[in-house]
């Protein structure tokens, strides 16, 4: 289900586990909640502070480059560097609500 934001990009809701490997090589568990071809939202361990950059192990795609843009009580909310071309972006999210 595609929901809508102050951003104007449609979101697809997920609940999917996976990691994310911070600029110190540190593992972070997440979970994403929602995702676009550009940006996710996740549920996270740890405080990645905005500006810090991640490597998100996506299903499909394997890692991906992203930036944290905001962080507040356990959530933050990661700007892709790379759009995931919409091909590969519906093939990933059928994986992750074939595997939820």
């Known amino acids: 289900m595609a929901v809508r934001d102050s951003r104007g990009e449609p979101r697809d809701e997920v609940m999917h586990r996976t990691r994310a490997t911070d600029s ?4 972070i568990k997440l979970v994403l909640v929602n995702m676009s071809a550009n940006g996710l939202m996740a549920r996270c361990e740890g405080d990645p502070k905005a ?7 996506l ?4 890692e991906v480059d992203a930036i944290v843009r905001w962080s507040l009580g356990g959530r933050i909310g990661c700007e892709l560097e790379r759009t995931i071309p919409l091909a590969d972006y519906y093939g990933m999210l059928t994986v992750m609500t074939r595997n939820s």
């Open 24 to 27: 110190d090589g540190r593992s």
């Open 51 to 57: 500006g810090e950059h991640l490597r998100v192990h």
């Open 59 to 62: 299903p499909i795609l394997g």
